[in-house]
């Protein structure tokens, strides 16, 4: 047999003193480590499941329009919005240029999926005419006159929603003439039946999920 003298007696007190130091500090980084990854989840799972108000120029029924949509999964609630007054005053159809500058007053709120839309302005037109609205009637050249005024204007939006969201946006309708979606009545209608479709779907799930219970 053989014997290893270590010259003295192990002090176990100090040992486990040590060793005990040593889990607090593994079970102090683990609490540390677990306590990020819960953020992080969390911080995902907001991302994922709030409102997300989204702003864009369409092209719909001969007008350039301002969409704002909910394309987020909760609704969106105290809206409020204020488009800055520089573009707002160079618009030349008075009854748009109201309905956008109201916005300021009113608080809004919006399901998910779901849209509002604001004229801005008729589209370019080569034609003869005019358009007629509640308060004036313009000629198509003086519409076509006013793009060439409008069409790289800022428009600067700001305002917030659900409390701490906030609203800063900044673009022309020149930023998305080449991408503007133009819907067709027919489009239209698939678009109506494909957000009843999605509402039954979730309907027929929460039923499936009560018989279950």
Same mark, same amino acid.
């Given at each position: ?14 040992? =486990? ?21 819960? *953020? ?58 109201? &309905? ?5 007053? *009113? ?7 779901? =849209? ?25 050249n003086d519409v076509n006159k006013n793009l060439n005024i409008i069409l *790289?204007? %800022? ?8 409390? %701490? ?18 819907? =067709? ?9 494909? *957000? &009843? ?8 799930? =929460? ?7």
């Amino acid at each position: 047999m053989i014997c290893f003298d270590l010259g003295g007696s192990v002090d176990w007190t100090a040992v =486990s003193a040590i060793a005990t130091l040593l889990m607090t500090i593994a079970t102090f980084v683990t609490i540390i480590y677990t306590r990020k990854q819960m *953020k992080e989840v969390q911080k995902q799972w907001e991302e994922t499941n709030k409102a997300h108000l989204a702003f864009s120029i369409i092209s719909d029924s001969g007008l350039f329009m301002l969409k704002i949509e909910n394309a987020g999964n909760r609704t969106a609630y105290d809206v409020h919005i204020n488009i800055d007054d520089e573009f707002i005053n160079k618009m030349l159809i008075a009854d748009f240029a109201d &309905q956008l500058k109201g916005l300021s007053e *009113k608080k809004m709120v919006l399901q998910p999926g779901r =849209s509002l839309y604001y004229a801005i302005s008729p589209i370019r037109s080569d034609k003869d005419g005019t358009i007629t609205t509640h308060n004036g009637t313009y000629s198509h050249n003086d519409v076509n006159k006013n793009l060439n005024i409008i069409l *790289k204007e %800022h428009i600067i939006i700001k305002g917030g929603y659900n409390e %701490h969201e906030k609203i800063n946006e900044c673009f022309s309708i020149d930023d998305f003439v080449g991408s503007i979606i133009v819907y =067709s009545q027919t489009e239209k209608g698939l678009n109506e039946i494909g *957000k &009843q479709v999605k509402e039954l779907s979730k309907t027929l799930l =929460s039923v499936n999920d009560n018989l279950k219970s």
